[in-house]
Nanobody
Framework: QVQLVESGGGVVQAGGSLRLSCAAS????????MSWFRQAPGKEREFVAS????????YYGDSAKGRFTISRVNAQNTVYLQMNSLKPEDTALYFC??????????????WGQGTQVTVSS
């Protein structure tokens, strides 16, 4: 079992930056693809970014391209999301998720509780 705890959310003005962190415990962190999702009130959950288990490959949703950067430090069991040039439409609850490992690649079995990001105009 993998437990995930997000941190780093808060209130920021438009154009500002935030760095989200997700600390993992249990399991073997370096075997899991890690991703960030977000959900705004009244909207469906949206894919933000993912990073392969080795950190060698990253993928971004359209809303994150060019502004957000996902990274991981396997030795610290932590994945990050650096968010720059934030917009009010980035306001959402941001979740960290881990896939099920080599046998369940891309199936997100583990989720954190989320951290709130609010961008004021």
């Amino acid at each position: 079992q993998v437990q995930l705890v997000e941190s780093g959310g808060g209130v920021v003005q438009a154009g500002g930056s935030l760095r989200l962190s997700c600390a993992a415990s249990g399991g073997t962190f370096s075997s899991h693809t890690m991703s960030w999702f977000r959900q705004a009130p009244g909207k469906e959950r949206e894919f933000v970014a993912s990073i392969s288990y080795s950190g060698g490959s990253t993928y971004y949703g359209d809303s994150a391209k060019g502004r957000f950067t996902i990274s991981r430090v396997n030795a610290q069991n932590t994945v990050y999301l650096q968010m720059n040039s934030l917009k009010p439409e980035d306001t959402a609850l941001y979740f960290c998720a881990a896939d099920g490992g080599p046998l369940r690649r891309g199936v997100y079995d583990y989720w954190g509780q989320g951290t709130q990001v609010t961008v004021s105009s």
